[in-house]
């Protein structure tokens, strides 16, 4: 009896202990979670009573945006893995819980950044206007602050996307001439494509524009030039 108490016991403290080393090591990871109080976070975010009033209002007055709130610890490490941090809504926002503690209690320093996100959500949708069709290969945007107040902004640009797009008009201008069974089988394949995602930052909209513009162009050049040399490698000249 004594020795299965024993083993119990132990089990019980060696359990324990993981629970806790798994604990500590997701406090010190970027890795995303959900809170009652602050909704998504990075590590262990603590905010005052105050600031956390005021967290709220903001989320609410930016109700197009996706905030997650960082602790101050981690802040490198998820300005890092920003691009991993997926969002349903227009804009994601990552800020650490320090600056919303100052923008709660100082009103010049909540103005300023406030104004940032002000001008977001209009330049963000000038970028997709301008970029058109291509906006569709853009999977999200996001931005970011360092302790200057200076803000930096990203998009996820998936590449199978744009890649979709081009195979599905490709697909339509022949849908005449090729059978239903066939078109059905391409679909099929499409779905089955991983995925193929790149982020790129920029301290301004504008030369985001030009960073995503540059990637898409660039892709799709390669893509046709692949699909060129596949034509010239099966093409035999039968004149010489």
């Keep these: 009896m004594g020795q299965i108490s024993n083993v119990v016991g132990t089990y019980g403290t060696d359990y324990q202990y993981r629970a806790e080393q798994a ?3 997701q406090q010190t990871e970027a890795v995303e979670r959900m809170d009652r109080t602050y909704g998504r ?4 975010p603590k905010l005052s009573e105050k600031a956390q009033e005021y967290y709220k209002k903001l989320k609410a007055k930016y109700s197009n945006m996706d905030f997650i709130l960082v602790s101050p610890e981690l802040k490198e490490e998820a300005e890092a893995k920003k691009g991993t941090y ?7 926002v990552l800020i650490d819980s320090d600056k919303i503690e ?10 300023k950044y406030e104004s940032i996100l002000d001008g977001a959500s209009m ?14 290969s853009v999977s999200s945007f996001g931005m970011t602050f360092d302790d200057k107040g200076n803000a930096s902004y990203f998009a996820v640009i998936d590449k199978s996307l744009a890649a979709q797009k081009e195979r599905i008009t490709e697909k ?11 078109a059905k089988k391409e679909e099929e394949t499409e779905k089955k494509r991983k995925d193929d995602t790149t982020t790129v930052t920029a301290s301004s909209w504008k030369e985001l524009l030009n960073k ?3 990637i898409i162009f660039a892709d799709s050049r390669e893509r046709t030039l692949t699909m060129e040399e596949k034509a010239v490698g099966q093409s035999i000249d039968y004149t010489v």
């Design 23 to 25: 604990k500590k090591k």
């Design 123 to 136: 330049q963000m949708q000038q970028m997709k206007k301008e970029l058109g069709s291509n906006a569709d």
């Design 172 to 182: 339509r201008e022949e849908a005449a001439k090729e059978k239903k069974a066939e």
């Design 41 to 44: 976070t990075i590590g262990e």
């Design 212 to 214: 995503i513009e540059e």
């Design 102 to 111: 100052k923008m709660a209690s100082d009103e010049n320093f909540r103005k």
């Design 86 to 92: 997926a969002s349903s809504k227009e804009l994601l």
